[in-house]
């Protein structure tokens, strides 16, 4: 392995480690229920991700085509999580949840650090292979049933939220409809933005 590929392999070691153990105190705070929050599920994911991107660089030697595309579906996702807590979610409950959000507990680790950890490596150190166009849909796909399955347990009264824009009881079904064809405009931005910037530093 070359200077590069060892400093990925340590990086994303140390993501695994962080997103794994601040999953198990979710879940140990929350019990299984901790779950039903994409903050977790998009971390997880995340872990998966590198936890793929280790194996292939110790093993192969390289990052495979299909590793690079589900480290870009999972940077997206996390991408998703910072943006969201930041621009819609800190606004909705007021400025006194900044500190919370971002920087308390497990928040700290699957609201901040890891998400731009994430970024930072998908931009600029996973390079050896290009992102296709069409790639950028599929990016959208976890996010798409993530929200559909929330609103289904949510119209069976199984689940309430957890966030206010999937509270469909409480804001009515055209709010939450308009909310999520917001977040997946959002979505398809971000995977849109990452996409260019990855391709910027390929070149």
Known sequence: MNCKQKILVFLHLFLVISQITAAVFSVLQRGWWAFQFYTLDSNIFSAITSILLIWSLLTKNCISQKIHNLRFYSTCC?????????????????????Y???FCGTNFWHHTCCPLLN?????FLEKEKKIQNKQILWAVVPTF???VVAIVLN?????????PFLQIYKQGFLLSGIWLLVIMTLVYFIAFCLKKLNDITHS
């Open 155 to 163: 119209l069976l009264h199984i689940m309430d939220g957890p966030y």
């Open 100 to 102: 919370e959000a971002l």
């Open 78 to 98: 996390v991408t998703v999580t910072f943006i969201v807590v930041v621009a819609i979610l800190i606004p909705m409950l007021g400025v006194d949840s900044f």
């Open 145 to 147: 049933i993530y929200a």
């Open 119 to 123: 970024i930072f490596s998908f931009i």
